[in-house]
């Protein structure tokens, strides 16, 4: 079983991976051709989008999945059709009325964005608030059934789609405008693929609509505190898509403009570095979180507390390897993406958010999967309030850095209190010691990377720096973390191995 989800979880690693990459290399693409304003616009339209499909929808696939796993314990295979019939039910309730009451009455709806030009391009999007929701609830299926290949190439696929189209539609496009709307084009465009192709799949490997009625009422109660965990960090990114470009311009004196064209930097170039960690750390929840719910409903605890201690520990890891590498790269990276000296020392300076943050992720997961959603939620609004805070009242202080210096606290304070938690569910984790090898190993990794890219960056462009610095590093922080004994060949070996007969 073990050597099964190694497999499952390399799998769905190197498809979110590729997938996380081509984003990258298309957000990069559109800083080239639409600018940072174009980019602005383009993401202030998905930042209110994402409300709307998390209000209707984040909460499902993962209640799906755990409500599916609880099925599958008792062998209720009609009760997995039915939470998957509950799940597009309870979507569409939602997102239907939501379509239309925002297309008809979109000149009441203003107030959303900071740009009045985003209004008319965010009205493109709205067949796929329909569409998405949908997709959500069976790409909820395919964790429950463990279906995870299907899943991730459907993913690769759409944001392959999404990336085609949308070069093919902004190219030779000089206006932020009707690049940001041609943009938005190309993301409407990928939503119908996985929406078509997502539902060939689920009917074709016997998937059926039954009965929602048994499932509706405990679908409803898990993924209510998750949805509105998920909704609320929605409405936060669209208050922070008005807030901060408007108290740039009000406490900083920039100009409507450029406070865009900064909001693009910081949220359009620099915040997806600093969470470019969150793709592992999402294919590691979308493999383990089934499992363990079986396990936690079946009340095999050794097996949970497995789970969850290996869990916890891979998020470190994958930090521990990544802090140093952004630390010291930080700019390099942004001058070599984005021709942007400002993206660099946000990436530099916050770097070191991706350790709490890796970790306040996975717990989330491990947590919702043991029934801690109204937990979750309350660490999460706590954290959000902080964060908030930050924002309005040090904005005058600190001009950009103040959203910046809002996230991290926010990170750190779900960590800690998700952490907390956890060790009462789970009295006998350990992980206590490997956080702070973690902790040593990423101080010493970004100390070697410093004095090494110190020498180099004298002599050498930001690419060769990338490339040289970078393997370096890396060899430097997994050689050190292997000489502390904090990760084995095992996992390699059973990801390798053949099948037991």
Same mark, same amino acid.
């Given at each position: 079983m073990k050597n099964n989800i190694y497999k499952s979880a390399a799998q769905v690693t190197i498809f979110s991976t590729v997938e996380k990459c081509l984003s990258f290399v298309y957000?990069?693409?559109?800083?080239?051709?639409?600018?940072?304003?174009?980019?602005? +616009?383009?993401?202030?339209?998905?930042? =209110?989008?994402?409300?709307?499909?998390?209000?209707?929808?984040?909460?499902? /696939?993962?209640?799906?999945?755990?409500? %599916?796993?609880?099925?599958?314990?008792a062998n209720d295979i009609r009760g997995k059709h039915s939470a998957v019939t509950a799940g597009i039910i309870s979507t569409l309730f939602i997102t239907v009325p939501a379509a239309i009451i925002l297309f008809f009455g979109r000149n009441a709806f203003g107030f959303l964005f900071s740009d009045e030009r985003c209004t008319e391009i965010f009205i493109i999007l709205l067949p796929g608030l329909i569409l998405t929701s949908v997709y959500a609830v069976i790409r909820g299926s395919f964790w429950g059934n463990k279906q995870f290949l299907p899943y991730s190439v459907i993913e690769l696929l759409e944001d392959a789609i999404m990336v085609i189209c949308g070069v093919w539609l902004v190219f030779g496009i000089s206006d932020p405008v009707i690049g940001a709307r041609n943009a938005i084009i190309a993301v409407l *465009?990928?939503?119908?693929?996985?929406?078509? =192709?997502? @539902?060939?799949?689920?009917?074709?490997?016997?998937?059926?609509?039954?009965?929602?009625? &048994?499932?509706?009422? &405990?679908?409803?109660?898990?993924?209510? &505190?998750?949805?509105? %965990?998920?909704?609320?960090?929605?409405? *936060?990114?669209?208050?922070?898509?008005? +807030?901060? /470009?408007?108290?740039? #311009?009000?406490?900083?004196?920039y100009?409507?403009? $450029?406070? +865009?064209?900064?909001?693009? #930097?910081?949220?359009? %170039?620099? #915040?997806?570095? *600093?969470?470019? /960690?969150?793709? @592992?750390?999402?294919? +590691?929840?979308? #493999? =383990?979180? &089934?499992?363990?719910?079986?396990?936690?409903? !079946? !009340?095999?605890?050794?097996?949970?507390?497995? $789970?969850?201690?290996?869990?916890v520990k891979a998020a470190i890891f994958i930090a521990a390897i990544l802090v140093p590498l952004l630390f010291v790269l930080g700019g390099a990276l942004s001058k070599f993406l984005y021709d942007s000296e400002l993206c660099g020392k946000i990436v530099t300076l916050s770097s070191f958010m991706v350790l709490p943050t890796c970790i306040a992720m996975i717990t989330n997961t491990v947590l919702n999967s043991m029934n801690c959603e109204k937990r979750t939620m309350l660490y999460f609004f706590i954290g959000a309030a902080v964060m908030l805070f930050c924002l309005i009242f040090l904005t005058k202080y600190l001009d950009v850095y103040a959203y910046i210096l809002g996230i991290s606290l926010s990170q750190i304070i779900c960590t800690v209190l998700n952490l907390r938690l956890l060790a009462k569910k789970c009295p006998k984790l350990r992980y206590m010691k490997y956080l702070i090898h973690a902790l040593l190993v990423i101080a010493a990794a970004c100390l070697f990377g410093w004095l090494l890219n110190g020498i180099i960056a004298r002599y050498l462009a930001p690419v060769w720096q990338i490339l040289i610095c970078g393997p370096l590093i890396v060899a430097f922080t997994a050689g050190t973390l292997y000489c502390m004994e904090m990760f084995t060949m095992h996992p390699f070996k059973r990801l390798f191995a053949k099948r037991s007969k």
């Open positions: 957000r990069i693409i559109l800083t080239r051709i639409i600018g940072a304003e174009g980019l602005g +616009i383009y993401q202030i339209c998905l930042t =209110v989008f994402a409300v709307f499909l998390t209000a209707a929808s984040s909460g499902v /696939p993962i209640t799906v999945s755990r409500l %599916m796993a609880k099925s599958g314990a *465009i990928s939503y119908v693929f996985s929406f078509v =192709v997502s @539902l060939f799949w689920y009917f074709r490997k016997g998937g059926r609509l039954v009965n929602p009625k &048994p499932q509706l009422k &405990p679908l409803i109660s898990s993924a209510t &505190p998750i949805t509105a %965990m998920r909704t609320s960090t929605s409405l *936060i990114n669209s208050a922070v898509a008005v +807030i901060l /470009p408007a108290l740039l #311009v009000s406490a900083c004196g100009s409507n403009s $450029d406070a +865009i064209a900064l909001y693009g #930097v910081v949220l359009g %170039m620099a #915040v997806p570095l *600093i969470y470019a /960690p969150n793709a @592992l750390i999402g294919s +590691i929840a979308v #493999v =383990v979180a &089934p499992e363990l719910s079986e396990n936690y409903y !079946k !009340k095999r605890e050794e097996a949970v507390r497995y $789970d969850v201690e290996k869990t």
